[in-house]
């Protein structure tokens, strides 16, 4: 029988060759991650798990957690990761939402994870991050010859739920066909290959840890380097070893802290990716100006896995995502009109491919709303195609402010506070305004020693931005609030200072 995605990572794996290192620790092959994979899925089957089943997984990063994940392909089972920092609360909504019939938790959990699964008619399995766990000792007693479930291209392998910075968290439905057709096109545009070895310091319940770095791995038979969590120093004694470093910026950002970051520490680095939030113009340059590497900046989102990239052979282009990935079709719209927009106007992004989801989970209404009439899907991004066909993001739409009837794109005004001396980063809002309706506001972080006042950083920008443009207040802070993946949560800004205006 014919298992889309896991046929294919079969396909490409190398026996005995190495799969996942360990730090000090095991060396796992590809032969090793197969065999346990098989028992994993052996011992899901046993607990009347089928394909179509959810397995929702909040466990740390390990080895085990990631050969799992390759099981519930191997079982038919949807893969559900769940960040490990979720609260209980948060917890039974996605159990609630999703109804599966399994959640793996670590031993500390279970007791309070169990509670909710009942409710819902869960079972209730261990794994944590050292190897031990009753779902392994179930795995120990199966044999390791599990027949794969027949799945094919438009079958789910996975659902992840949206980071839901508004409203609800919706559980975004990607097929084997989705993950599949995108790992191959990435694998191929940035020429990973088995002799690639990754070091891998990224989250597994997340798009880019869990199928940008893993089945990219995966599909080119090449190693990864797994680590529990990013270590700046720990990452410049791997780059030794290593081709190839997928990361947020945060980790190019704090590589950039360390005396040790120069032409010699990356010697033997081929390729440094970086997504899942902006990477500054800034950080782009600096990093060059110290190792000789241009940092490989891409484009994604849960819904649609990745859409654009900067190219492999090519200009890297600081302050943007590159180009459209093969087969995967992107252009700008007019928000009101839904009318194509030429080069250089900025409007929204909408993509269409064999990347993109399926829909929301039992969410039909919001997933038609989601996709124009010829099949595009409607990002939430707004952006421009410049005439080399580079793509720009500006910024989300729900972060777009509108002050006095002009509508402002955040990450220009960003971009211009971000170039001033002592300026660390920036994150512009809209903040309710008695006159104008939307406030602009911008909350900076100051480099360290830094002297800068308010008055100097709107004195600044006088001559920088149209009056419209220019923010109303200056908050500084020591940092922004951002989530796992970094990306920088404006929605708790615009809580925070709500009332910034009221008293006007």
């Not at 098989?38 to 959810?54: E, K, Q, V």
Request: with cysteine.
């Amino acid at each position: 029988m014919s298992n889309h995605l896991f046929d294919a990572i079969r396909t490409a794996a190398r026996g005995d060759a190495p799969f996942i290192r360990i730090n000090g620790g095991r060396t796992w092959t590809y032969d090793d991650a197969l065999d346990l994979s098989s028992r994993i899925a052996s011992a899901i089957d046993t607990l009347g798990i089928r394909p179509g089943d959810r397995v929702a997984v909040q466990v740390d990063k390990s080895a085990e957690a990631l050969i799992l994940y390759l099981a519930c392909l191997r079982s038919g089972a949807i893969y559900l990761p769940l960040n490990s920092a979720y609260t209980l609360a948060e917890l039974d909504y996605f159990i609630g939402d999703a109804e599966p019939r399994l959640v793996v938790v670590s031993s500390t959990t279970r007791e309070g994870v169990e509670k909710i699964a009942k409710a819902h008619g869960a079972i209730v399995e261990t794994l944590d991050a050292d190897g031990t766990g009753s779902l392994l000792d179930l795995a120990s007693d199966e044999p390791a010859d599990f027949v794969n479930a027949s799945r094919s291209a438009d079958d789910l392998a996975a659902i992840l739920y949206t980071s839901g910075t508004t409203g609800r968290s919706k559980g975004a439905m990607l097929s084997h066909g989705n993950l599949l057709s995108n790992a191959m096109a990435l694998r191929d545009y940035w020429r990973v290959t088995s002799d690639d070895r990754l070091i891998h310091a990224l989250p597994i319940f997340h798009t880019h840890g869990l199928f940008v770095a893993s089945n990219v791995t995966l599909l080119s038979g090449a190693s990864m380097f797994l680590l529990p969590k990013f270590d700046p120093d720990e990452v410049l004694s791997l780059m030794q070893q290593a081709t190839l470093l997928m990361g947020v910026p945060t980790f190019y950002v704090r590589l950039l802290q360390s005396p040790r970051l120069d032409v010699h520490a990356v010697a033997n680095m081929r390729l440094f990716v970086s997504g899942s939030a902006p990477l500054l113009a800034e950080t782009h340059i600096a990093f060059r100006n110290r190792t000789g590497h241009a940092i490989l900046e891409r484009y994604g989102m849960t819904e649609t896995n990745m859409n654009t990239s900067n190219p492999y052979n090519g200009e890297r282009i600081a302050g943007t995502v590159g180009l459209a990935l093969p087969g995967v079709s992107v252009r700008v719209t007019d928000p009101a009109t839904g009318a194509v927009l030429p080069p250089e106007e900025t409007g929204m992004i909408e993509i269409k491919g064999p990347n993109v989801f399926k829909g929301y989970w039992r969410m039909p209404e919001k997933t038609a709303a989601e996709f124009t009439s010829d099949g595009f899907f409607i990002s939430g991004d707004l952006g421009k195609i410049d005439r080399n066909g580079y793509v720009h993001i500006v910024g989300r739409s729900k972060d777009l402010v509108i002050s006095g009837g002009y509508n402002i794109y955040p990450k220009e005004v960003e971009g211009e506070i971000d170039r001033l001396e002592g300026v660390a980063e920036s994150a512009v809002i809209g903040v309710p305004h008695p006159d104008f309706g939307e406030g602009v506001t911008a909350i900076v972080v100051r480099k360290a020693e830094a002297v800068l006042d308010e008055n100097a950083i709107l004195g600044a920008l006088k001559d920088r931005l149209a009056r419209y443009k220019q923010p109303k207040r200056i908050i500084f802070a020591e940092d922004l609030p951002r989530n796992t993946m970094g990306k920088v949560q404006k929605n708790v800004l615009r809580q925070q200072y709500a009332d910034l205006y009221a008293t006007m």
